[in-house]
């Protein structure tokens, strides 16, 4: 039953793959190129899909083996014992990711000595923020477009550049942006956005636990014979507007944290105007969208709008001013 259960989702992703495999290819040399974004090679395209196959084995299949195990041997609170297993799971590869899942797709070099070096080690010193290093992420060699994180934790915590937002900003202007980051560390954001994940992962697993076996469930699919396998691709798809849902409240749970880490690293740089500053060029290079219906905005959009994100650095840049003396 595990194995017949793992070949139907190894076909499954297979199907997958092949279907949105034109799509992607659209997206990255017709969609992007027509913008000036991609840099991406059909080398590199080829090596990111061989490489994300692999780790999809790699990785991928001993989780499904687990879960299908689980479902089929462990009785009653197999979704509880599920839910404890993908946990220890997440928090192994958010130690793991920084140093072993990351390298294997990008190259990481850490950042040389300079003027950028010594501003971002002093913001850091400055808010108690320990981390590892600051490295810098070939992301030109896929696309025009920039980002900025932080990634992992404990002794593996790092800031990482994209080489692209290097290009971009200024010194001042990248301070703002890593104070944000920092922000979202001193905040507990990380912890709650795990936090938060877990607690939907819980319910989602109880769910399915309800679902996966059900006979009722099976013939709705025309399916004759109802089977572990075939539950979890069934109730992924009728989980849908649950997960919507629940997308809704995250969404909106992230932008006031957004708004939280850019109020904190205001006050941290003491230069409001200087993240608002990144975030315009931000907004200029990848051609971002200033003002979305606000529906699209409540329904699916994780941050605020850059508009809506410079307007509120503005008025703390002139509360800011209004008492310095």
Same mark, same amino acid.
């Given at each position: 039953?595990?194995?017949?259960?793992?070949?139907?989702?190894?076909?499954?992703?297979?199907?997958?793959?092949?279907?949105?495999?034109?799509?992607?290819?659209?997206?990255?040399?017709?969609?992007?190129?027509?913008?000036?974004?991609?840099?991406?090679?059909?080398?590199?395209?080829?090596?990111?899909?061989?490489?994300?196959?692999?780790?999809?084995?790699?990785?991928?299949?001993?989780?499904?083996?687990?879960?299908?195990?689980?479902?089929?041997?462990?009785?009653?609170?197999?979704?509880?014992?599920?839910?404890?297993?993908?946990?220890?799971?997440?928090?192994?590869?958010?130690?793991?990711?920084?140093?072993?899942? !990351?390298? +294997?797709?990008?190259? *990481?070099?850490? $950042?040389?000595?300079?003027?950028?070096?010594?501003?971002?080690? /002093? #913001? @850091? %010193?400055?808010?108690?923020?320990?981390?590892?290093?600051?490295?810098?992420?070939?992301?030109?060699?896929?696309?025009?477009?920039?980002?900025?994180?932080?990634?992992?934790?404990?002794?593996?915590?790092?800031?990482?550049?994209?080489?692209?937002?290097?290009?971009?900003?200024?010194?001042?202007?990248?301070?703002?942006?890593?104070?944000?980051?920092?922000?979202?560390?001193?905040?507990?954001?990380?912890?709650?956005?795990?936090? !938060?994940? +877990?607690?939907?992962? *819980?319910?989602? $697993?109880?769910?399915?636990?309800?679902?996966?076996?059900?006979? /009722? #469930? @099976? %013939?709705?699919?025309?399916?004759?014979?109802?089977?572990?396998?075939?539950?979890?691709?069934?109730?992924?798809?009728?989980?849908?507007?649950?997960?919507?849902?629940?997308?809704?409240?995250?969404?909106?749970?992230?932008?006031?944290?957004?708004?939280?880490?850019?109020?904190?690293?205001?006050?941290?740089?003491?230069?409001?105007?200087?993240?608002?500053?990144?975030?315009?060029?931000?907004?200029?290079?990848?051609?971002?969208? !200033?003002?979305?219906?606000?529906?699209?905005?409540?329904?699916?959009?994780?941050?605020?709008?850059?508009?809506?994100?410079?307007? @509120?650095?503005?008025?703390?840049?002139?509360?800011?001013?209004?008492?310095?003396?």
């Amino acid at each position: 039953e595990t194995v017949r259960g793992i070949s139907y989702m190894v076909i499954l992703y297979v199907v997958e793959a092949i279907i949105s495999f034109p799509f992607s290819l659209y997206s990255i040399f017709v969609i992007e190129e027509k913008y000036g974004f991609n840099k991406t090679t059909v080398r590199t395209l080829i090596s990111d899909i061989l490489k994300g196959t692999i780790l999809a084995v790699v990785v991928g299949i001993p989780i499904l083996t687990v879960i299908l195990i689980l479902f089929s041997r462990g009785g009653e609170y197999a979704w509880l014992y599920l839910f404890f297993f993908i946990v220890g799971i997440n928090l192994v590869l958010a130690f793991l990711a920084p140093v072993l899942i !990351l390298p +294997f797709f990008f190259k *990481l070099t850490p $950042l040389e000595d300079g003027e950028l070096r010594e501003a971002i080690l /002093d #913001l @850091a %010193n400055k808010a108690d923020f320990a981390m590892k290093d600051i490295y810098v992420i070939d992301g030109s060699k896929r696309s025009s477009h920039s980002n900025a994180f932080f990634t992992g934790f404990g002794s593996s915590k790092r800031i990482c550049l994209f080489d692209t937002l290097i290009e971009q900003q200024t010194t001042e202007e990248l301070v703002g942006v890593i104070g944000h980051e920092i922000g979202h560390y001193k905040k507990g954001h990380i912890w709650l956005g795990m936090l !938060l994940g +877990f607690m939907e992962l *819980l319910l989602m $697993l109880f769910l399915l636990s309800i679902f996966i076996s059900s006979a /009722d #469930l @099976a %013939n709705a699919f025309y399916v004759s014979e109802p089977s572990v396998y075939f539950g979890l691709v069934a109730f992924g798809i009728l989980a849908a507007p649950v997960q919507m849902i629940l997308g809704i409240l995250g969404n909106y749970i992230s932008r006031q944290n957004e708004y939280a880490a850019d109020r904190y690293g205001a006050k941290l740089t003491e230069r409001p105007e200087s993240l608002a500053n990144a975030l315009k060029k931000l907004a200029k290079d990848n051609l971002s969208n !200033l003002t979305p219906p606000w529906i699209q905005v409540f329904v699916s959009y994780s941050h605020p709008t850059v508009l809506m994100r410079v307007r @509120a650095l503005n008025q703390i840049a002139t509360k800011q001013s209004s008492v310095t003396p």
